[in-house]
């Protein structure tokens, strides 16, 4: 090598570092699932979305504990709940020991304004004399010994109305008042993180805290602690990521420099070869970060997964030199179909980028301008730097008889025929579940850890999540009035049987309104105590007895209406916080429906309502989210395959090289396709990204097979660069078909099948026969 | 009487055998409750059952109606004239642990007695008193202690005391009740309660 080439060299390399500085100081990676889910249109599917990630019923973490008796479980349980209570990480701890749902010491007086006792018969002489009666018989019960410190502040129990009132319709089962799963095996903790759920960092350090109260807390016991839900995955998904991009990253470099230097023989060309890919990959990385405001993880990792194709390009330029011929000019020989392979690749990417998906955008910009980058330094700088070839392939006695026995295998022309044939064969034995619809099998989560957590769900007793009828409103108020308007339907449905139960925010917290009129039929203090006096005569109570509640009723008359903010830090906040909230101002009040057994009445119910009432199928509603999310991206596929063909079409000028070029990758997708759908596979976008890149690769193959004409010392130079590209990436790919993240292992699947495919179609299909 | 602090186990295992009942049990009771709340005693009568499918039910005869029914952790309260309601022990645990009692009295199976309360037993020749403290601290507020007494293979009175002087007595097996309540220290005397030790705070 010269002085200038090292000189270059030099100042290459000082670019990329400067690059890597500059990108670890502004990249700002973020693990929102939403990045992969389309965007959404209209008010139900945004509903729908938001509702996944910022609800607080996302930061609840789901915990069990299990491995020993019920009853050494339930004691560690709340000796855990006590521990995580006083830690920050942590807002709200249930296991069931907490006392029921109840109104606060401080505003007790409120009572009055909250229940629904007075709103049909007000609170007065008869009233009053029907609550003594039965006050007196509860004193001849068992019960009474627990009655009487109430009794003189609410002879009308309305402590004990509103805490029934507020009871969930179901609880878990409990063990010495802790919660537990049905078969009594397992104790459930609901724990709320501080840190939201697509905080991975925020989330694993919670969960080590948890981990770190647990060890505590189980003392000697063999006890084991699971937990589940949104912060949970999003914790474990980076782990998982970041583990095996570190293990299958190690291995993939170790083999690629033994193929590397088994190919050339020169460890000059390994470390040159990197080059090339390292700068494309940095400027994807720049490009993303210029462009979006946070970076998703698993774009990264799908990114540095689709630039890998990159690696390729420096194996065209060495396995193409010649003794004689510079390697400048040997890059302009190959140029033609290297530039035309990542043009039409960047111009199949392109659909991504108008895909609507935000993720799928970072994740086409961040590929487009790696592989231009990769291919204008393969083609520009690379070669000043390449030593003289240390040997000819094209001298390689050994390649040279593999070259020989693979231009005597049969042309497989038939497949032409057969393979479509057969794909439509098996598209139509097995029609149903072509596409994945289910919203949530597009997040990276594994699936048996979603079965999981929802059967924990079930446990728990929580809502159907399945529909939601969503009033919205200017304000809080518009939304609380509008819910209590709902009420009267709501019960009717009760009765009838279409659902079990329901709860909604005004429950807890009527509108001002209400509590208003409420306030206004509370008799004052004279009349109170005129109907106790008459009410006493003919019970076995003394009148005197009731005045701390003639003094509340009286305190009740006064008091403004409660406001949201004075239930803050109480457990009825995050009832309220989960169904009452604003979003891009607007506020939505949500109705949760329990045991529903008639959604079309429920359905009706809704549109029976005002405009402002919507009924919600989250399951319709995100399925037909996809569907109509995967029609356009399907469309944004057909444009840019339309674009791909032209491009090469440009390139070529004669139909039957643009043919022989496409072939290979057409009949390759439709083998991917009817393998996948031969194994009962549902196609879902990540799929999707995988048949592109395989496109990508097949097309490559077959312009450099293609451009190899019928000369037998190009057609071996061309072989041995190809035979690297496709053993480099298998290698890669083969390594990713093994992750735990399912979205990772369809990938490397899918691609690894396409590599095969594409290599010995493009081989056989393409290339023409040697010239004798 | 002959007076122990804590039962012995093996005193407890004989009384135990000689007390025990295969349901259903079916006993007659009155049962008088003097409170500071109230102006005048209060009293009823009924019938307590202990059933086969585990059901306590206390049935309220005079003078009104009312059925109270224990079914595991349900409680079911029919009074006349007013809707059924029902109501979960899981959130009154201290009402829980008094039914229960009354259920191991009923049935005359100690062994669940003894992990709520710090149970004793007293004999002389003709009486036996049982005395149970509860161990929890929430329920010791309410309830000092629970006194049974009875003779031979029968309890005939069950006295709940409460740290504030109010206390209510059950009297089993016997005559309905009669339109004047008893005097308090006569129903002390009948149920062998230490009068001094009902009411520490007197």
Not at chain 1, 423 to 448: C, Y
Not at chain 1, 510 to 536: F, I, V, W
Not at chain 2, 40 to 60: F, N, W
Not at chain 2, 149 to 154: E, I, K, L, V, W
Request: charge should be neutral.
């Amino acid at each position: 090598m010269t002085r200038r080439s090292w000189l270059l060299l030099a100042a290459w390399c000082a670019l990329l570092a400067i690059g890597i500085a500059w990108i670890q100081a502004r990249l700002h990676v973020s693990a929102d699932l939403r990045l992969f889910m389309p965007r959404p249109r209209g008010e139900q599917q945004r509903l729908l979305v938001q509702n996944i990630g910022e609800s607080p019923a996302s930061r609840l973490l789901l915990v069990t504990l299990e491995g020993d008796q019920p009853a050494v479980l339930a004691d560690i349980s709340k000796r855990l709940a006590t521990a995580l209570a006083t830690r920050a990480e942590f807002g709200l701890v249930a296991n069931g020991a907490q006392a029921p749902l109840a109104i606060p010491e401080s505003l007790l007086p409120y009572r009055y304004l909250l229940t629904d006792s007075f709103d049909r018969h007000s609170l007065d002489a008869h009233s009053v004399e029907s609550a003594l009666a039965d006050r007196a018989a509860d004193m001849a019960s068992p019960a009474a010994t627990f009655l009487e410190n109430w009794l003189p502040r609410d002879p009308t129990l309305e402590v004990l109305h509103l805490a029934d009132r507020w009871q969930p319709p179901a609880e878990p089962h409990r063990v010495d008042d802790a919660w537990f799963t049905a078969d009594g095996h397992r104790a459930l903790l609901l724990v709320e993180t501080r840190a939201a759920a697509f905080d991975p960092d925020g989330q694993t350090t919670a969960l080590n805290v948890l981990g770190a109260e647990f060890e505590r807390a189980r003392g000697a016991s063999p006890a084991r602690l699971a937990a589940s839900g949104s912060g949970y995955f999003s914790s474990i998904i980076k782990q998982r990521t970041q583990a095996e991009a570190s293990w299958f990253g190690g291995i993939a470099t170790v083999g690629m420099i033994l193929l590397l230097w088994y190919a050339y023989r020169h460890i000059g060309f390994t470390l040159l070869g990197a080059l090339p890919l390292a700068s494309g990959a940095l400027a994807g990385l720049a490009a993303v970060s210029l462009l979006f405001e946070s970076v998703h993880g698993i774009t990264l990792a799908f990114g540095f997964t689709l630039i890998g194709v990159a690696q390729d390009y420096p194996m065209h330029l060495f396995s193409h030199l010649r003794r004689g011929e510079s390697a400048v000019a040997t890059a302009r020989r190959v140029w033609p179909p290297l530039a035309t392979g990542v043009a039409s690749t960047c111009v199949a990417y392109l659909a991504f980028l108008i895909s609507g998906v935000t993720g799928l955008a970072q994740l086409a910009c961040l590929t487009v301008s790696g592989l231009i980058v990769a291919g204008l330094t393969t083609r520009y700088l690379l070669p000043r730097l390449t030593p003289a070839a240390a040997h000819d392939p094209a001298d390689s006695a050994r390649l040279q008889r593999i070259n020989h026995w693979l231009g005597r295998l049969p042309r497989p022309y038939v497949l032409l025929l057969l393979v479509p044939v057969a794909a439509a064969l098996v598209f139509w034995l097995r029609p149903e579940g072509f596409w994945q619809n289910d919203l949530s099998r597009l997040t990276p989560v594994p699936p048996e850890l979603l079965r999981k957590d929802l059967a924990l769900r079930r446990e728990l007793a929580t809502p159907n999540l399945r529909y939601l009828l969503v009033a919205s409103g200017e304000d809080e108020q518009e939304v609380l009035t509008r819910l209590e308007a709902l009420d009267d339907a709501l019960s009717q449905a009760v009765q009838h049987g279409a659902i079990g139960s329901y709860d909604h925010a005004a429950r807890y917290l009527p509108s001002d309104a209400r509590q208003r009129a409420r306030q206004a039929k509370l008799p004052d203090a004279g009349e109170l105590r005129t109907m106790l006096h008459e009410a006493a005569a003919t019970s076995p109570f003394d009148e005197q007895l009731f005045a701390p509640f003639v003094a509340d009723v009286a305190r009740a008359r006064e008091l403004r209406p409660l406001e949201r903010a004075d239930l803050a830090a109480t457990p009825l906040s995050l009832r309220i916080d989960s169904a009452l909230f604003h979003r891009e101002g607007r506020w939505y009040g949500l109705v949760s429906l329990y045991d529903v057994h008639d959604p079309g009445a429920m359905a009706a119910l809704g549109n029976a309502s005002s405009p402002q009432v919507t009924f919600l199928d989250l399951k319709d509603a995100s399925e037909q989210l996809v569907a109509a999310h995967r029609s356009h991206i399907l469309l944004c596929l057909d444009i840019s395959a339309l674009l791909l063909v032209v491009v090469i079409a440009v390139a070529l000028r004669r139909v039957s090289r643009v043919l022989r070029v496409l072939a290979p990758m057409v009949l390759t997708t439709l083998i991917i396709l009817a393998v996948l759908r031969g194994c009962g596979v549902s196609l879902n976008l990540f799929h999707l990204i995988s048949l592109v890149l395989a496109a990508g690769l097949g097309l490559d193959y077959a312009l450099f097979f293609e451009h190899a004409a019928d000369e037998p010392a190009e057609q071996q130079r061309t072989l041995h660069a190809l035979l690297v590209c496709a053993l480099s990436t298998l290698l890669v790919f083969a390594l990713l078909a093994f992750s735990t993240v399912p979205v990772l292992a369809a990938i490397g699947i899918t691609v690894s099948l396409g590599v095969v495919c594409n290599f010995l179609l493009a081989l056989l299909l393409t290339r023409e026969r040697a010239a004798a | 009487m002959l007076s122990t602090s804590t039962a012995s186990s093996r005193a407890l295992d004989e009384f135990e055998r000689a007390l025990r009942r295969t349901p259903p049990v079916t006993t007659g009771f009155v049962e008088y409750r003097f409170s500071h709340l109230l102006k005048k005693p209060l009293h009823v009568s009924g019938t307590l059952e202990y059933r086969a499918d585990g059901v306590l039910a206390r049935k309220v005869e005079a003078p009104y109606r009312e059925i109270t029914e224990v079914k595991g952790e349900q409680v079911r309260i029919e009074r006349e004239g007013r809707p059924a309601r029902t109501l979960s022990l899981q959130r009154a645990p201290q009402l829980r642990v008094l039914l229960g009692s009354f259920r191991a009295l009923l049935e005359g199976r100690f062994a669940p007695l003894s992990q709520d309360f710090a149970v004793a037993l007293a004999e002389d020749d003709t009486h036996w008193t049982l005395t149970l403290v509860p161990r929890d601290a929430r329920l010791a507020k309410s309830l000092a202690r629970i006194q049974v007494s009875g003779r031979a293979d029968r309890p005939d009175c069950i006295a709940a005391l409460e740290p504030d002087g109010d206390a209510a007595f059950t009297l089993l097996e016997s005559a309905p009740a009669q339109d004047a309540v008893p005097a308090r220290s006569a129903l002390e005397q009948r149920c062998h309660v230490d009068a001094k030790r009902a009411e520490p705070g007197s």
